[in-house]
C-alpha cells in the first residue's frame, strides 16, 4: 500500500521537526529524526529510506553539502526545505540531487502532499524483482531505457540517475520528436500542479545532459533544446 514508507527528517528547529513528524505518522510513514548534517549523512548512507526531508540551512555541515554527500552513494528521493527568499538555496539544492523543494513556512498539508507525490512516482520507477515482467526497453542509437529495472546505458555504459532525472528522461523518450513546454513537464513529471520556478525543469535538464555526456555524447545530444517553448527528445536517423 506504501503507507509504511520510511521518512527521514533532518531539521534543526525541534518545533518543526517535530511537527512534520507528527502529520506525517499520522499518515502511518514511520519517521526517523536528525537535527544536524552530519547525522542526516550517516543515518541516509547506512540506513534505507524511501524519502528524506532536508533543511538547507543548519550549521556545520548544510543541507545542500549532505544532499551532494549523499547523491554519491544513493538515488533516495529528496526534498529539500528553504526559507522564504532562499532561492540561490533552492537552485542549488536542485543542481545538487534534490527532487523538490518546499518553502517555508509551510503548511503540513503541503508537506505531505509533497512527500505523497514524489513517493508515488518514486515507487512506480522501483525494480519489479518479484513478478515476471515483459521487458519494458526503449532502445535508440547510443541509449537504451529499461523501464522495469530503472536502468539507463549510453553506449554500453550504465549512467547513475536520480529519480527525477531518469523519469523526465523517460518521460521525453516515451514520445520521441515531441516537444513539451517546461509547464507540462511539471505538471506530468512531478505529478502535481507544481508552485515552483520553472527553472527545475531547466536544472534537471542540464543534470541529465551533463551525466548522459560523460559516457556518450550521442545520448546527450538527443535531448534538444526547442527555444522559447520548451524540451524534446530527438532520434537522428543513422
Not at 526534498?79 to 532561492?87: P, S, V, Y
Not at 506530468?188 to 515552483?196: D, N, R, S
Request: aromatic share 8%.
Amino acid at each position: 500500500m506504501g503507507q509504511e514508507a520510511r521518512v527521514l527528517i533532518v531539521e534543526d528547529e525541534e518545533r518543526i521537526r517535530r511537527l512534520v513528524k507528527m502529520y506525517l505518522e499520522r499518515e502511518n510513514y514511520v519517521t526517523k529524526e536528525a537535527d544536524n548534517g552530519f547525522d542526516a549523512l550517516e543515518l541516509a548512507v547506512n540506513e534505507d529510506f524511501d524519502l528524506i526531508l532536508l533543511d538547507v540551512m543548519m550549521p556545520e555541515m548544510d543541507g545542500i553539502e549532505v544532499c551532494e554527500k549523499i547523491r554519491e552513494k544513493k538515488s533516495t528521493p529528496i526534498i529539500m526545505l528553504t526559507a522564504k527568499g532562499e532561492e540561490a538555496n533552492r537552485v542549488q539544492g536542485l543542481e545538487a540531487g534534490a527532487d523538490d523543494y518546499i518553502v517555508k513556512p509551510f503548511s503540513p498539508r503541503e508537506v505531505i502532499l509533497r512527500v505523497k507525490a514524489v513517493l508515488r512516482r518514486s515507487s512506480e520507477t522501483k525494480f519489479l524483482s518479484t513478478e515476471p515482467v515483459a521487458k519494458n526497453v526503449l532502445v535508440f542509437p547510443h541509449l537504451s531505457i529499461d523501464h522495469d529495472a530503472h536502468r539507463v546505458t549510453a553506449d554500453g555504459a550504465e549512467v547513475s540517475l536520480t529519480p527525477k532525472e531518469y523519469e523526465l528522461l523517460h518521460y521525453l523518450a516515451k514520445q520521441p520528436d515531441k516537444v513539451f513546454d517546461r509547464e507540462q513537464l511539471l505538471k506530468e513529471v512531478w505529478q502535481y500542479e507544481f508552485f515552483g520556478d520553472l527553472r527545475t525543469v531547466d536544472t534537471h535538464i542540464k543534470r541529465l545532459r551533463e551525466k548522459l555526456n560523460k559516457v556518450s555524447e550521442g545520448a546527450a545530444k538527443m535531448i534538444v533544446t526547442v527555444w522559447g517553448v520548451g524540451y524534446k527528445f530527438e532520434v537522428e536517423d543513422e
